[in-house]
């Protein structure tokens, strides 16, 4: 008998059941994936939208449009809370959702706990798509003056998000905004000393500052202030510090990982509830610490295919492997990257052409 399969979120882990999704339905399976957007962003190509190098629909997927095409049930709305006992998830609108087996793939988000008050020009880097909005308003601010963009953390988004910023100020043709990062140690702490040395050049040359061991306590539009007291006051914020996963496992009692993420085993499995899978930034991994970056998200997707299907079927699951070293490469702005894989280290344009290149065919494979 057909069971019925929920999708909660439909990002980056979920690509390969979402465009496999008529196996499901073939076998007399419900499907209903959930999503608080028609569209799911790509995170690697959002910087280069804030730049201007990509448009908003050349980064992202109609999951809505798959779902419907696929036989599948779209409800675009937001899970609130699960309700594991009785299998069912409440969502922001009220509506209850029961399931046979479901899987997460809801994501992170950038905490405000720093944010006191904020009557706009205050941008947090992830969700993606709001990146849209911000480069709207940068455009607004740089028609009218020279504008002053800080942006609070020194990781790999502040380093895209900087150099893309950039971009938009030359591409437009308008006043070049002035640039600081604040970076509460120093710049880029966990990566190599070349990869730091070379964002950070690549920075510095365009006149970007960065104020590194500058921890900022308190941000509202207009000012944020440092913990040494230091008083700064742009005209736009964007809030790089960090991700963490979606808060509504720990809010509805699902065990967790320290960080909060969805925990789960190495078949992407809840123990504690055997139907409830994840995938993404979203789960705490048991078996190994995986960096909440998209590339773990895609390389669960055939792991996450398989075992849903194996969980409707009673079938075997697969354990994920997260694999060695991956390739890293930063969009850096005005068409130049740092790539880094394992000891090769490359910067300038070339490694801006091996990203766009890459970037673009997972597009083509999913979109
Ligand atoms: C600026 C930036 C650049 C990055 N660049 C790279 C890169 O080049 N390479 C890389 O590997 N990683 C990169 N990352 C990291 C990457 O963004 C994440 O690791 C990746 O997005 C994780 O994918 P995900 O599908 O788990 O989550 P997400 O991409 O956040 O997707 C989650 C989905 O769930 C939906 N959702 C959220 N909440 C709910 C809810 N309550 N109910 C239902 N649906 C929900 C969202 O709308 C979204 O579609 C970057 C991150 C940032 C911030």
Redesign the pocket.
Known sequence: MGKHLVL??????HMVTLANMKQFVREGHRVTV????PY??Y??M??GMLGGTYLPEEIRFSIKKQVEQNGGIFLL????QVIPDTRQVELETGAVVDYDVISF????YVPQDIVSRNNGDIYT????EKLAEAKKRIHELLSKKQAVIDIIGGG??SA??AGNIWQLGQYQGEQIPKIRIFSSREFMPRFSERVRLYTRKSLIKRGIAIHENSSVRKVETGKIVLSSGEVYEPDFIFL?TG?KP?P?FRQSGLPVGPDGGLLVNRYLQSNAYPEIFG????IFFEEAYLD??????VRENPVLYHNLFAALSGRPLKSFEPGGDYLL???MGGGTGVLQKKWVTLHGKIAFIV?DYIDRKFMKRFQ
Not at 34 to 37: D, K, R
Not at 77 to 80: A, E, G, S, T, W
């Open positions: 909660a979120g439909g990002g980056h882990a959930i999503g608080p957007s799911h962003y995170s690697g959002g910087p709305d937001k899970i609130r793939n809801i994501g992170s880097v992830k969700p993606i790999p988004a895209e998000i790089a991700v979606s509504i995938g993404g930034d979203c909440k970056v998209g590339v773990y998200a490469i930063f969009n990203k």
